[in-house]
C-alpha cells in the first residue's frame, strides 16, 4: 500500500478542514455509543495511507459509518467515490467498465465483479473489523476536487454518470440544512436516522453530508423493518430526523410500533401521497417535509406534502419551464441542468409538479400521465402498493399502458372496476396484474425493465398468498 499522497498534504486554499464541528462532537451513534470527530479523522487518516494508487474506488460500504470513513479517505488520496445505484455485480461491472483502474472497498464479502473474482486482493479493499487510528493535521480537501460520481437509477433508461465536487455539496448542504431547520430547536444539531442507502444521492445529500458539513450526527445503520428504524430512532439522545421513502413511511403506519418523539420526517425517492403525509404527522406528532431533486441537480426544493401541493425552490434556484421539462440552475450547479420533470410555476414563485416528460400520456387526443395513474390505483382501498407503466420504449411512438399491484383482498375485476370510477376508460391500464410484491430497489424505486420482468414472469406464476 503506498502512503498518503501530495494531494492530501498539500490542499488548495478552498480546502476547509474536515469534518465540520468540535473534535469530541458526536459523528455517528449506534446502541454501543458515540463516535467523537476526532476519532473518525484519525481513522479517515489511517484508511487512506494505506488505499492502492487509483483514480477511482466504488464505495460498496453498507455500515454508514465505515462509507464515511472510505469515502473520506478515497478523497484524502484524490480518489473519485464512484456510487452504482445498486450493488449488484452487474450494476459494479458496468460502472468499472466506464472507469477502469477503479477498484472496490466495502466493508462486507468480495463485491465479485470480473476484476475482484481475478485478483480479490489486489481489486477489494475490505474494511477490517476494527478500525486503526492515525494522528495528524486536519483532513482537507479541496472544493473544486470531484469527490463522487453518483448514477442515476435506471428506472427511466440507462444509468448515467454525475460528478460532484466538494464546494458543489457544501453549497447544497448548507441549503439542505437551512431548509430543514426549522424541525429542531435553535443550536441543537439533528441526529440522522436513514433508511436509504449511502451510495444513492439522496442518501449522500442527508446522511453523508450532513454530518460531514455540519454537526449534525448519523446512525451507523440502515434499518430496513420497522421494528429495526424504532430501535434505531431509540438510540439517538437529541433532535431525531428520521431520513426515509414513501415505503418505509407506509410500512412504519402500518405497523404498531411506537417511535419515540421526532424532530421531524423527511421523504423523497418517490411521490409522497398528501394522505399518507397527513396520517404520518398525526401518528407520529412531527411535520413530514418532501424533498424534490435528481442524481442530476441534488435537492433544491421542498414541501410539507400534508397541507401544500406546491414545492418551494430553494434560495438562489432558477427554474424555467420548457416544452421537453425544466431547466434549472443554481448555485452548487456548475450549469444549468435540463430534467424530464414538468412543472407549472406559480405566480408566488412556488411550482407545481406536473408529471415527467416520459410519463405524459396522448390517447385517442385525450391527456394523462403515468403518475397520476399510478395515484389513482393507490388511493384503492386495499391496494398495498402499485405501479402503472408503458409496456413500449417511448421512441416505439405507441402508449400501451399496464400496471401492476399488490393486495390481500382485492381481485384483478375489483381493482379494474375501481379504477373505472376514477379513470377514463382509454387510461385503464391492460393488462392489469395482481402480484405477491413489487420489484422495489433499496430507495423504492421501480426500474421500468424490472416491472416488465415481473409481468411477463406473473403471466405464468400463481400469486403466492
Known amino acids: ?41 484519525s481513522q479517515v487518516r489511517a484508511l487512506a495511507a494505506r488505499l492502492p494508487e487509483a483514480g477511482h474506488a466504488v464505495n460498496l460500504c453498507e455500515d454508514r459509518y465505515r462509507f464515511l470513513v472510505a469515502f473520506c479517505a478515497a478523497a484524502v488520496r484524490g480518489q473519485v467515490n464512484l456510487l452504482p445505484p445498486t450493488r449488484t455485480r452487474a450494476a459494479i461491472d458496468e460502472v468499472r467498465a466506464q472507469y477502469p483502474g477503479s477498484y472496490c472497498i466495502g466493508d462486507g464479502e468480495a463485491c465479485g465483479c470480473d476484476a475482484a473474482l481475478a485478483d480479490p486482493a489486489a481489486h ?49 448542504t448548507a441549503q439542505n440544512f437551512a431548509a430543514l431547520a426549522g424541525l429542531w430547536p435553535d443550536g441543537a444539531m439533528p441526529q440522522v436516522v436513514a433508511t436509504v442507502p449511502p451510495q444513492h444521492m439522496y442518501g449522500v445529500e442527508l446522511s453523508v453530508m450532513l454530518p460531514l458539513l455540519t454537526g449534525a450526527a448519523v446512525h451507523r445503520d440502515r434499518p430496513f423493518f420497522p421494528g429495526d428504524i424504532a430501535r434505531a430512532l431509540h438510540e439517538a439522545d437529541g433532535a431525531r430526523l428520521l431520513v426515509t421513502t414513501p415505503v418505509h413511511l407506509r410500512a412504519l403506519l402500518a405497523s404498531d410500533i411506537a417511535l419515540p418523539p421526532l424532530a421531524g420526517i423527511v421523504s423523497a425517492t418517490a411521490p409522497l401521497p398528501q394522505a399518507l403525509a397527513a396520517e404520518a404527522e398525526a401518528r407520529f406528532g412531527c411535520e413530514v417535509r418532501e424533498t424534490f431533486g435528481s442524481t442530476e441537480t441534488c435537492i433544491f426544493a421542498s414541501r410539507r406534502t400534508a397541507r401544500d401541493e406546491a414545492w418551494t425552490p430553494f434560495p438562489g434556484v432558477q427554474l424555467q419551464p420548457r416544452p421537453d421539462g425544466t431547466r434549472v440552475g443554481a448555485a ?134
Do not use: W
Open 1 to 41: 500500500m503506498a502512503a498518503v499522497s501530495q494531494h492530501s498534504t498539500q490542499p488548495g486554499p478552498m480546502a476547509s478542514p474536515l469534518p465540520a464541528g468540535g473534535a469530541g462532537d458526536a459523528f455517528a451513534f449506534d446502541a454501543a455509543g458515540t463516535v467523537a470527530r476526532a476519532t473518525f479523522a
Open 332 to 465: 452548487h450547479l456548475a450549469q444549468p441542468v435540463l430534467l424530464a420533470d414538468v412543472v407549472e410555476m406559480l405566480d408566488d414563485g412556488r411550482f407545481v409538479l406536473r408529471g415527467r416528460q416520459a410519463d405524459l400520456l396522448e390517447i385517442a387526443g385525450k391527456r394523462g400521465s403515468l403518475a397520476e395513474l399510478t395515484r389513482r390505483l393507490l388511493e384503492i382501498p386495499g391496494v398495498r402498493d402499485g405501479a402503472v407503466f408503458q409496456l413500449d420504449d417511448e421512441a416505439a411512438g405507441v402508449r400501451r399502458i399496464a400496471a401492476a399491484y399488490a393486495s390481500d383482498t382485492l381481485d384483478e375485476a375489483a381493482v379494474r372496476e375501481a379504477l373505472r370510477r376514477s379513470v377514463d376508460p382509454v387510461f385503464l391500464p391492460r393488462p392489469l396484474r395482481r402480484v405477491a410484491s413489487l420489484p422495489r430497489n433499496e430507495t423504492g424505486k421501480l426500474p421500468r425493465e424490472a416491472l416488465l420482468r415481473l409481468l411477463q414472469r406473473s403471466e405464468n406464476e400463481p400469486i403466492a398468498r
Open 124 to 172: 477489494f479493499v475490505h474494511l477490517p473489523d476494527v478500525l486503526p487510528a492515525l494522528d495528524g493535521a486536519p483532513l482537507r480537501i479541496d472544493d473544486a476536487a470531484v469527490v463522487a460520481i453518483g448514477f442515476t437509477s435506471g428506472s427511466t433508461g440507462a444509468p448515467k454518470p454525475n460528478a460532484k465536487t466538494l464546494g458543489s455539496f457544501r453549497t447544497s
